[in-house]
């Protein structure tokens, strides 16, 4: 049994600030003994420097009496953790400025042999619902548990890698808490809740369709962005550029005898300059960095050539590529998927459909609202890329031809959006 909150605070001289720190770090009268070392963390470099207002004397006293509390009931790693240099320094930065705090705080968390680091599988957000914040918090005090056990030294080379497995491992097993399920599938599908019913409602509406898709186990990555996968290997081992920073024309040549729908008119191309969705993908492969440029020779990077190599990675960037940068493009493209998995739309259908969405949601920057033609202009950029990538069947381009999804279109839709859902979040 750990002793109750009187008990504990007569341990230490300084019985009003020890009385103090109890009521803010074991409020409902747990035992101080259950607090996990994760949590003194976040005490000491984040709660009392910034939510406590206390001068430096006072943050200098409260971590001494903490230091001694812990002790006190056999915390010895979380009682090091307020004598620590690394608590000294937090604290310094947080009294430069809340800029410099912050940073200082989130090194520190990033460095603590109990943060749970970012896997392949979840990178955590800084907005986590109720499941990822009990993963979290459960992941925490099982590296704290192996440490104290002796599973895992810190101090090793090999700490950082057998860490990730460690998390990897727990993250994809059946664990109490989490209703029969994996930890990561319960966040991942909280994830998807959570993003699913994000105001407007006219947005829910247009997600509709592609909720239950998104619901079933992912399947096996099709290898997407076949144009994309065309280009790195006509980069290959290194292609000249042109004196203006051009593909050669060769390839231009090829482009146009294996995509001849995107130059439809005249004898052909004579430059990347004429042929603009060659010289979308040729930005889009710079952007992603899958490509390198060495005076006026032009390779791929080794993200370039793994990317040729795993269609997963492919589909990754291109799904990422189709959904846009900021978040207008990106909130813009995500109801125009879902409203294209439920049926064929024309381009002004469409329009109509995300526009009460964007609206909704975004303003200029000066207040004013967005108008129809802001739409038309995000939209224009999500067609462009789909059909660059192959992922939209648009035959007849008139504004009131309907539109639909390619046979790659449609895992492309569903990898797109599982970026968004499943993604970490970084606001409310």
């Not at 770090?25 to 003194?40: I, K, T």
Request: aromatic content about 6%; some cysteine.
């Amino acid at each position: 049994m750990g002793r109750s909150a009187v008990e504990v605070a007569a341990l230490v001289a300084d019985e009003a600030m020890a009385r103090r720190l109890l009521g803010w770090l074991v409020p409902d009268g747990d035992p101080l003994v259950a607090l996990s070392v994760a949590e003194v963390e976040r005490f000491c470099w984040y709660e009392l420097p910034r939510k406590w207002h206390a001068d430096t004397s006072e943050q200098r006293r409260a971590v001494a009496v903490l230091a001694d509390l812990l002790a006190g009931v056999g915390r010895v790693r979380a009682a090091a953790v307020c004598a620590s240099a690394t608590t000294v320094q937090v604290l310094a930065a947080w009294q430069r400025s809340e800029e410099a705090g912050f940073a200082a705080y989130h090194k520190a968390a990033a460095a603590s042999p109990t943060t749970p680091p970012d896997v392949p599988e979840l990178s955590w957000g800084q907005v986590m619902g109720v499941r990822e914040a009990l993963a979290r918090a459960n992941l925490e005090r099982r590296l704290e548990q192996a440490l104290d056990e002796g599973e895992f030294d810190p101090d090793v080379r090999t700490f950082p890698a057998a860490r990730r497995r460690f998390v990897q491992h727990w993250l994809t097993t059946v664990q109490p808490g989490f209703e029969g399920r994996a930890p990561l599938e319960a966040v991942r599908r909280e994830r998807r809740e959570l993003w699913a019913a994000a105001p407007p409602a006219e947005r829910g509406a247009l997600l509709a369709a592609v909720l239950p898709a998104l619901e079933e186990p992912a399947a096996a990555p099709v290898d997407t962005a076949e144009p994309l996968r065309w280009l790195l290997e006509q980069i290959g081992g290194g292609v000249t550029l042109t004196q203006a920073g051009y593909l050669p024309r060769e390839v231009v040549a090829a482009a146009f005898a294996r995509y001849p729908h995107w130059y439809p008119i005249g004898k052909g191309p004579r430059s990347e300059a004429d042929l603009f969705q060659l010289a979308d993908l040729h930005e889009l492969a710079r952007t992603h960095r899958l490509v390198t440029k060495r005076h006026r020779t032009l390779k791929l990077s080794a993200s370039g050539r793994a990317q040729l190599a795993d269609h997963q990675l492919r589909q990754h960037t291109a799904a990422l590529a189709w959904l846009g940068t900021t978040a207008a493009e990106r909130q813009v493209a995500e109801c125009a998927l879902g409203a294209l998995w439920a049926a064929p739309r024309s381009r002004e259908d469409l329009r109509d459909a995300v526009h009460p969405v964007l609206a909704a949601g975004f303003t200029h920057g000066d207040g004013t609202a967005l108008e129809v033609k802001d739409t038309e202009r995000l939209l224009w950029r999500f067609w462009h890329t789909g059909r660059e990538l192959g992922y939209l069947d648009e035959r007849d381009r008139s504004a009131d031809a309907p539109v639909s999804l390619s046979a790659t279109g449609r895992p492309a839709v569903l990898a797109a959006l599982r970026l968004v859902a499943e993604g970490p979040r970084d606001r409310v």
